[in-house]
């Protein structure tokens, strides 16, 4: 028996149940309960009958599908629609832009006075109702797919032409629920599309559809479905077995060779099949009695057909995924007839876990000794010339502009790193954060940052932008930033930065502490004469506004009389402070007196006369002071109680700057 597949599309889900047990507050109506209406204005109205329980009794209670998509109003009347056409003075390679806005809202249901015609042809018994029939409102349905709302116009679904679309995902349930389209062209594209919509034209280059699913009750008939699923997998497996060693080199042949691709897999990717394709699967598997359907023979009508179909409609459903084709393709003959109102062509692809599963049960009955409440799909699309010409001549709806105010007139703020800080990246600093803040008179402040690190170095350079919208403000050419450095150890410096006023030609970031490289030298022979095996250069320097110390080892039996070590000074402090610890191999260390540097990075590790003359007021000094050294924190800062450089503040010559 060959059974004519007539509706693929069908994602509904068959229930195979009584009547009796569908919950009572269910909007079930009756396939066989249908009425077609054209109103005066020409519209086409589907309505079905509220289906009778545990009855085929037609009742006069009727709902209507999905009609009338088109734009939302306001309260005013006004549609809501817009496009917006806009240019700048200015050049696209000067900053300028130009393009067009597209904006609307769409609903769907009868208006008020469509609503009014239907009653009254209902309840007058015209155009085949049953008289004293009545409209009981729309019919409850649901979303078709994750998609069901669809934009279809070959230049909104071109990225160059429109490099921003949004809309609702899914189609509008409820009459008068809206959902939403918008565009932001480029220039090209809002003249291509604007040109649909304002030269004479039959149609626009825009199309919006929307995919439902109703549920209906499809009558009564005796029989069942048997699937034999050994059958099926024995032979996807021969076919496998046949094509095993060419799979990978090109698609299997053969009666379930597309199936055979979907479940064992081949090199390149499965492709989707068309509805034809998979319908003839279907079909062929009928034909072999891998699928066999009995009724029984005494009914004479055409009840057997309809359930016969509602069934493989629940199959196909089960045995595929679908989705958009990637072309808008117009669909085939035989998908036009299992779906009167499909626009264009879809894709499907095999569902893997349904066969694997399948394939388990090695014999499935389905018995249809009942009614059944069956999900079909619906759509309804509308073009948006039967809208255009309500809302083009409406200057709420479609005009121009000129984007040539001043208020939205930019400035850069430019942010440049001293070369002297981009080499202490990675050795001394972290990152750096610049904040800006313009105070305008009305509005709020702007208020923006960045931040500097080495990756953003290698990727951008020494350069970083803010830019600023004037807005109302007319003195442009003032406003305020700080800075603030992380560095090596945790610290932040400033802590509590200041705000400082800037100006357009940029901001240079200076590390609030430079790089010094100090050279410490010794005699190593006349150390080793006096028993001396190491001399320690110990520095004390301002770093963050802290007191740091710094330690410079030379070791006599190593041989290296110079010694050279970098450290970092606040910028705002010209020289340091160090001390010579002596570490002798008898008498242990022996520190002599504090010196301080200006301006000079080369140190030299004189020994006293007195030492050399070994005086022994002055070998107890060193000596105790050498018992008495502090270290100093992890980090090299000095307690205040061990800090010295207060001493040498006149020397030294700290800067405070305002």
């Not at 109003?73 to 003075?89: A, G, H, N, S």
């Not at 009868?110 to 004293?132: H, R």
Request: hydrophobic letters at 35%; proline letters at 4%; charged letters at 30%.
């Amino acid at each position: 028996m060959k059974t004519k597949i007539k509706n693929l599309l069908a994602t509904a889900t068959l229930c195979c149940i009584f009547l009796a047990t569908l919950p009572t507050e269910a909007q079930i109506v009756d396939n066989e309960n249908k009425l077609s209406l054209t109103l005066s204005d020409g519209t086409q109205v589907t309505l079905y009958g509220q289906a009778s329980s545990l009855s085929d009794r037609k009742t006069k209670n009727y709902y209507y599908l999905p009609v009338s998509l088109r734009l939302g109003e306001r309260p005013d009347k006004t549609k809501e629609f817009l496009f917006l056409k806009y240019i700048t003075d200015k050049k696209e390679s000067e900053g300028g832009i130009g393009g067009a806005l597209l904006h609307m809202l769409m609903e769907w249901g009868l208006t008020p006075e469509q609503q009014k015609e239907v009653e009254q042809i209902l309840a007058n018994g015209q155009q085949g109702a049953p008289k004293k029939s009545v409209l009981k409102g729309a019919l409850d349905v649901k979303p078709d797919g994750d998609k069901s709302l669809r934009i279809i116009s070959a230049t909104l679904t071109d990225e160059k032409l429109a490099p921003s679309v949004v809309q609702s995902l899914n189609a509008p349930v409820l009459p008068g629920a809206k959902v939403a389209v918008a565009s932001n062209l480029s220039p090209n594209g809002a003249q291509l599309l604007a040109a649909t919509f304002e030269k004479t034209r039959s149609i626009t280059d825009l199309s919006i559809e929307m995919g439902f699913k109703y549920t209906t009750r499809i009558p009564a008939a005796k029989g069942r479905v048997i699937v034999n699923w050994s059958q099926i997998q024995k032979h996807i497996e021969r076919d496998y077995a046949q094509y095993k060693e060419t799979r990978k080199k090109k698609s299997r042949g053969g009666l379930f060779g597309a199936i055979g691709d979907a479940l064992f897999g081949k090199k390149t990717e499965v492709t989707s099949r068309s509805y034809d394709e998979v319908r003839s699967v279907i079909d062929t598997m009928v034909e072999k009695e891998y699928i066999k359907v009995d009724f029984d023979e005494n009914i004479a009508d055409d009840r057997v057909t309809k359930i016969r179909e509602a069934f493989f409609d629940f199959f196909l459903q089960k045995m595929t995924e679908s989705g958009d084709s990637d072309n808008l393709a117009p669909p085939t003959k035989k998908e036009k007839e299992a779906m009167p109102n499909i626009k264009y062509g879809k894709k499907y692809t095999y569902n893997r876990k349904f066969f694997e599963s399948s394939f388990k049960k090695k014999t499935e009955i389905y018995y249809l000794n009942y009614r059944l409440a069956v999900e079909k799909p619906f759509t309804i699309t509308a073009n948006l010339a039967s809208w255009y010409d309500a809302v083009k001549n409406n200057k709420k709806c479609v005009g121009s502009v000129y984007l040539n105010d001043p208020f939205f007139e930019h400035r850069d703020i430019n942010l440049i790193l001293d070369l002297e800080a981009k080499e202490m990246f990675d050795k001394e600093v972290n990152y750096v954060t610049v904040n800006v803040r313009k105070k305008r008179k009305s509005g709020n402040d702007f208020q923006d940052s960045r931040t500097i690190d080495i990756e953003y170095l290698k990727n951008n350079g020494l350069k970083a932008t803010i830019n600023y919208a004037r807005g109302d403000d007319k003195n442009s050419d003032v406003y305020e930033y700080k800075s603030q450095w992380s560095l090596k150890g945790g610290n932040i410096y400033p802590e509590d930065p200041e705000w400082i006023k800037g100006d357009w030609q940029g901001i240079t970031l200076e590390p609030p502490v430079v790089p010094r490289t100090i050279e410490f030298e010794s005699d190593l022979e006349e150390l080793s004469a006096m028993g001396i095996v190491r001399a320690t250069l110990q520095l004390r320097y301002y770093k963050f506004g802290k007191e740091t110390q710094t330690n410079i080892p030379l070791t006599v039996s190593k041989g290296e009389p110079l010694i050279e070590k970098m450290i970092f000074t606040d910028r705002d402090t010209r020289g340091y402070a160090y001390q010579l610890v002596l570490t002798h191999k008898e008498r242990g260390k022996m520190v002599l007196d504090w010196d301080a540097k200006v301006n000079d990075d080369y140190v030299y590790a004189t020994i006293p006369q007195e030492l050399k003359d070994e005086d022994p007021d002055y070998l107890e000094k060193v000596i105790k002071a050498g018992e008495a050294i502090l270290k100093p924190g992890a980090d090299g800062q000095v307690s205040k109680a061990a800090g010295i450089l207060e001493k040498f503040k006149d020397v030294i010559k700290v800067v405070k700057t305002d």
